[in-house]
């Protein structure tokens, strides 16, 4: 299968850590990148590889992986954080790459 | 500054062609994995094509041959043609750079998107 399985919408007190997942069998053997994107923006990259930050993304955004889910945990989410979270990586054939459904982060 | 700015966006009647540029500065295109992404109104993020620095493409099954992505080295610039358009094709068309490291890619950098709007 070449596709990422995302929960559609998930919800967080404002201060307290989230969990955010994604499912694939693509993940068995490619890393996720996790991209932010607000209302009317283009998606900006947050987390990529094992657990890497492009400069800018904050500390409290840090990724894993196992198996064939890879998770995007938000520790302290902050107001700002509200947006849609997309897991994407290369599919089984590697020249292809697939991206999840989205989820919907709310802060509450 | 790294930045891609995408154009040539618009309404166009279905069975109806278009090509959407995407113009980098601060990097160069025929160095780099590159890809169009889109996103229909209200949905996820679709991945649409790639080319490679070596000129190689790829694209998502779902498009049937229809679109063609290339890339003019002396303009800096990247392209996606489409052709036979249809109203399942109308979304914000992103086009963003690939960083390499290992199996640790991501699209690292986006433009800020064209409309395509399918519709008679």
């Known amino acids: 299968s070449s596709e990422l399985t995302q929960d559609p919408a998930v919800s967080v007190a404002l201060g307290q850590t989230v969990r955010i997942t994604c499912q694939g069998n693509?993940?068995?053997?490619?890393?996720a990148s996790w991209y932010q994107q607000k209302p009317g923006q283009a998606p900006v990259l947050v987390i990529y590889?094992?657990?890497n930050r492009p400069s800018g993304i904050p500390d409290r955004f840090s990724g894993s992986n196992s198996g064939n889910t890879a998770s995007l945990t938000i520790t302290g989410a902050q107001a700002e954080d509200e947006a849609d979270y997309h897991c994407?990586?290369?599919?089984?054939?590697?020249?292809?790459?697939?991206f999840g459904g989205g989820t919907k982060l709310t802060v509450l | 500054e790294v930045q891609l700015v995408e154009s040539g966006g618009g309404l166009i009647q279905p069975g109806g062609s278009l090509r959407l540029s995407c113009a980098a500065s601060?990097?160069?295109?025929?160095?780099?994995?590159m890809s169009w992404v889109r996103q229909a109104p209200g949905k996820g993020l679709e991945w649409v094509s790639v080319i490679y620095s070596g000129g190689t493409t790829y694209y998502a099954d779902s498009l049937k041959g229809r679109f063609t992505i290339s890339r003019d080295n002396s303009k800096n610039t990247l392209y996606l043609q489409m052709n036979s358009l249809r109203a399942e094709d109308t979304a914000v068309y992103y086009c963003a750079r690939i960083t390499l490291s290992g199996q640790k890619d991501a699209f690292d950098i986006w433009g800020q998107g064209t409309m395509v709007t399918v519709s008679s």
């Open positions: 590889g094992e657990n």
């Open positions: 601060g990097f160069t295109v025929s160095s780099n994995y």
């Open positions: 693509s993940l068995r053997t490619y890393y």
């Open positions: 994407n990586s290369r599919d089984s054939s590697g020249n292809r790459w697939v």
